[in-house]
Structures are given as C-alpha cells and as structure tokens.
C-alpha cells in the first residue's frame, strides 16, 4: 500500500518523539544557563532546536501531522528573524514536498475509482506527482477532451491519519505553544480535526469548487480552475500555471509582492461576499501568480491571482457577519462603548465578565492599524510587535487578552484572518486594504445594511447531502 503510516502505533510513537525531544532540549537549556549563558538566548537557541525537530518528525508524515505544519507556516513571520530563517526553510519544504505515494499505489486507486479502463480518460498521464499535500498527491494529465488537468488523488488511510495525529497532538499542544507567540496551539488543532470529515469529502470539495469557478469566471482578477470530475478518492480540475505564492515570497519583485498581496486580500473579502463561502485554507501552496489574460488589454503587470484546493471551506451564506465590520467602522470612529456593546452582545465579552472598553479599544486600534490608512505595508516586524504585545503575561494586552473570548462561529473567520494576514507580511506587501473592507466587508460603510455585503447577490450554497451533490463527471 501506501508509505503513508497506517498503523496508529506507529505514527504515534513517531510523534511521541516531540515530548520527549523537548524534555532532553529543557535539559540543555538549563545545563547551558548552568554554563552561563542568558535566559533570553538559551530560550532562543530552544526554540530553533525545537522547530527543527517538530517539522522533521511533521515532515516524515502526511496526514494530520503535516496538515498542523501547513497551518503554523503562515506564522513563522512572527518569530524573531534569528531563528525565523531556519524556521522558513523547514516551513517550505514542509509546504512543497512530501514523500509521494508509490505509483502502483496510485495506480490502485484510480484503478478502484475511474475503473480499469482509467487510462482512456487521458490522452497523458504523469506518474511523477507535481504536488504532494495532507492528504492527497497531484499529478498533471491531459483530459481525454485535451484539457489540461489535475489529478488530485487521495492517499489511502487519510482520514485515519488526519484524526490519529491531531489526536495526538493535541496531548503536546501545551509544549509546542511557545513555538509561535500570542498563539494558543490547542484550538486551532481541534478546529483542524472537527474539518477532517470535510476535507476528505471530495464532492463537498468539488461543489465548493465549482461555486467559486463559476463566480469568478470572468474575473479580470481571480482564476478559479473549472471541475472536470469527481469521484471518491480522486478529483480532477483544470491546471492553471502560473508562479507559487511561495517562491513570490521567496523571490518575487516588490510589484509580484504588493499585486500577490491585494489581489489576496481581495479574495479573502470578496469570496464570501460573492459565494457565501469562505476559503478556509490560505497557506502559500494553494495560490498562483498568472500573467494577465491579455497583455495587450490588462494593465502592465496587472497579474491574477489563482485559487487552489477547496477542501475546507467555512459556509457564510450572508457573507462574512455584520458584525465584523461594524465593530471594525466603530473601532475607527474611536468610539469605545459601541464597540463593547457589540462584542458584548456577540459574546466575545461573556456576560460574567466586565472590561473597561477604553481598554478593549486599546487593545483593538493596534490590530487594526491596516484599517486606518489610505496603504499599509504588512511587514514581519509589525505582526512580531503585534505578538510580542499580546504574547507577554507581563503587558496589559495579555491580561486583557485572556479575558476576551472567541465564539465557535467565528473560530474559522479568525483563523483564516490570521492566516492571511500571516501571508501578507511574509510577501512584505504594501495593499490598500480599506479599499476591499469598503467594497466587500458588510457593515463597515455606515450606510451599509451590516447583514448585506456590498458585492452582487448571490444564490447561498447549502449545506447538500454528499450524494445529493453528485455532479456530471466530464467523462
């Protein structure tokens, strides 16, 4: 079968590696301090010790294990940048590499989906993957109508992967906080786990897919590749080229940056303002910068930004809530006791607690500082302050921070939000972010209805029955 571990004891037992790395690096630590070196660089020098350690036993493994690496990836700009860049370089190769199934592996299962005959639905099979993610590998192929494509297929045993390895960790969840600062680790992996059903669904995916291709058909902006078919196990798309956001992060100019950056923010207001979908998954793997469609038409450099893997997606039929962007437009009016009332009655202050709301504001006008001005630059340094503010117990912001509380239906909103904005300072982009809250974001224009997005009306996608969902295969 697959060189994915099956066995539940042995992907254990391969995690349980990250404890025990951790009490032998806290033994170091204190040899070391013993030895006369700082607090402050022997919990530096822990840290790159232990980042190296996390994202070789994560990158050992696909399912869950790398699905939590690809969702701390966006985080890295906050660390400080003397361990950051050993950081980044295991975050990529987490992000673009795995090890692929064996061919005859995926042989079996298109064998098992498509039929025997699978092979006369191409003209060109790749056998080598162009792509190997969580829990699925892509291969490029040409569909038997000369369409490109891409043959994502899913690894055999995913599902118990995915939920045997959040399982797991989850019990370190306490020991890997401090790998990213401000961040509490044992949320997000439960998020990651309760989507595990989701994700592997691939007519959930397709579905998804399909809304978003057909919104953004004609975009001058966003490429959104059509679904050819879908089947268990294995989804076919149209390929798009273009350059990973990745290597834009890497390598790109600052116009490849900046346009990456807007047209991102764009998307991540606009999509569920126009498809009543939020795409949940924003790590630097799942988009491209193409080229303009045409060059003698488009701007110069007016790249496009396209869109990959739908698989987790959160379903806002109003588009993003009202709220948001009210207590956003109120937080910019200065106007402290509105904003409270509202995040009160939302129940991001729960009814038991009291906060003073010039303090809440306090803590609020640095996050939102993108918000404020005409252009922002998101840099590494500002989300670091911005970490470094809430992450230490002795500032206020913490104290106060820990008081707030996060409602179930906004868990996937602020992790995507996040994410995001994590991809933002590390394409160092400049974007002018009020523009999209304006056009897309309810609620934050005072004459908007906040239940009512700005964008054109659309039909809600509904939460459909799996085989109810079943679409025309292109076959």
């Not at 299962?109 to 993957?129: A, C, N």
């Not at 498809?275 to 003698?296: I, Q």
């Not at 409602?407 to 160092?428: A, D, E, F, K, M």
Request: glycine letters at 8%; aromatic letters at 6%; charged letters at 25%.
């Amino acid at each position: 079968m697959s060189d994915l571990p099956r066995k539940a004891v042995t992907r254990t037992a391969k995690l349980a590696t990250l404890p025990l790395g951790f009490a032998g690096r806290a033994t170091w630590g204190l040899g070391k301090r013993i030895g006369g070196k700082s607090a402050e660089i022997v919990a530096r020098e822990l840290q790159q010790r232990t980042a190296d350690q996390l994202f070789k036993v994560l990158g050992e493994l696909k399912g869950g294990a790398m699905k939590f690496g690809q969702a701390l990836s966006v985080f890295e700009s906050a660390l400080p940048e003397e361990i950051a860049g050993p950081y980044r370089a295991a975050l990529t190769k987490l992000q673009e590499a795995a090890p692929p199934m064996p061919t005859h592996t995926v042989h079996a299962v298109l064998v098992e989906r498509l039929g025997e005959e699978w092979r006369e639905l191409f003209l060109e099979f790749e056998e080598k993957p162009s792509a190997a993610a969580s829990i699925g590998q892509v291969h490029r192929a040409v569909w038997h109508d000369g369409r490109q494509v891409a043959v994502k297929v899913q690894y055999p045993g995913a599902g118990e992967a995915l939920l045997s390895d959040l399982t797991q960790l989850s019990r370190f969840a306490r020991l890997l906080g401090p790998l990213i600062p401000g961040m509490d680790i044992k949320p997000l992996i439960t998020e990651l786990r309760d989507r595990v059903s989701e994700e592997l669904d691939y007519a959930l995916e397709a579905e998804a897919q399909r809304a978003h291709a057909a919104e953004f058909a004609d975009d001058p902006d966003v490429v959104v590749p059509q679904v050819v078919h879908q089947g268990e196990q294995v989804l076919v798309t149209e390929w798009i080229d273009g350059v990973p956001l990745a290597e834009i992060i890497a390598d790109g100019t600052p116009e490849q940056q900046d346009r990456a950056g807007q047209l991102l923010a764009r998307f991540l207001f606009s999509g569920p303002a126009r498809t009543g979908l939020l795409h949940a998954d924003p790590h630097p793997g799942n988009f491209r910068l193409l080229p303009p469609a045409d060059a003698g038409e488009s701007p110069e450099g007016a790249y496009r930004l396209g869109v990959l893997d739908f698989g987790t997606v959160d379903r806002l039929p109003g588009g993003l809530p009202g709220i948001i962007g009210e207590a956003l437009r109120l937080a910019l009016e200065d106007d402290a006791e509105a904003v409270y009332e509202l995040l009160r009655a939302e129940g991001f202050v729960k009814e038991s607690i009291d906060l003073d709301p010039d303090a809440v504001l306090e803590y609020l006008l640095p996050i939102i500082e993108p918000a404020v001005v005409e252009e922002f630059t998101f840099t590494r340094s500002w989300i670091r302050t911005q970490a470094a503010r809430i992450a230490d117990p002795r500032s206020p912001a913490h104290q106060l921070g820990k008081q707030l509380n996060l409602p179930p239906s906004y868990l996937l909103i602020h992790r995507v939000t996040l994410s995001t904005i994590g991809v933002l300072c590390q394409l160092n982009a400049t974007v002018r972010l009020r523009e999209e809250l304006e056009a897309w974001l309810p609620g934050f224009l005072p004459e908007q209805d906040p239940d009512r997005a700005q964008g054109p009306d659309v039909e809600a996608v509904p939460d459909s029955d799996p085989v109810e969902a079943a679409v025309d295969t292109g076959a």
